[in-house]
């Protein structure tokens, strides 16, 4: 696992710096970070799992390649499994909607306005489960619920007709990054 998700990772990396070099691997690190990041390995970086290195430190020594996933999701949106998702569900539609006039002043703000209300709600000690707002348990079928289950088919099917939409409109942990 480990060593596959290194080789994810150093794709990106190459994706990131040889971009034009890397264009016709694309699809290639998305199946792959869908597959082995998702799927396989549950390799995401989520509100809920910063949330638990706030609480308890960083893990280094079980899952070494998060910690360093996270750091590089800050310049390689690629390593985020339900991104590279959306991209490639999106490619059933080539011409995508992009908001216009208030909405687009509208979507501009949700994903911080999403961010926020959920801070707020954690400093007024209102317990929430993290996991269950954000669609990236759904790699994980055997803990996903029903709801995130529904949120990540939701967000997959608006991704034919919008650009990557819960990474561009909604992601709170996109936001915090």
Known sequence: QHALGGIV?????????????????RY???VSSVLILGFWSGYFVSLELLFNWLLNGVPWGTRILLPVIAVL?????????????????GRVRKKKIAPKGVWKNVFKYTRVIYFMVILALLLWGIPLELASLEPFPAFLLTAATGWVIALAVIFLLLSVFFARPWCNYFCPTGALL
């Open 73 to 89: 999701a800050l310049a390689c949106p690629l390593l985020c499994p339900f991104g590279a998702a959306q991209e490639l569900v």
């Open 28 to 30: 290639v690190l998305q």
């Open 9 to 25: 990772v150093l794709l990106a990396l190459a994706s990131m710096f040889w971009g034009s070099r890397m264009k016709r691997w």
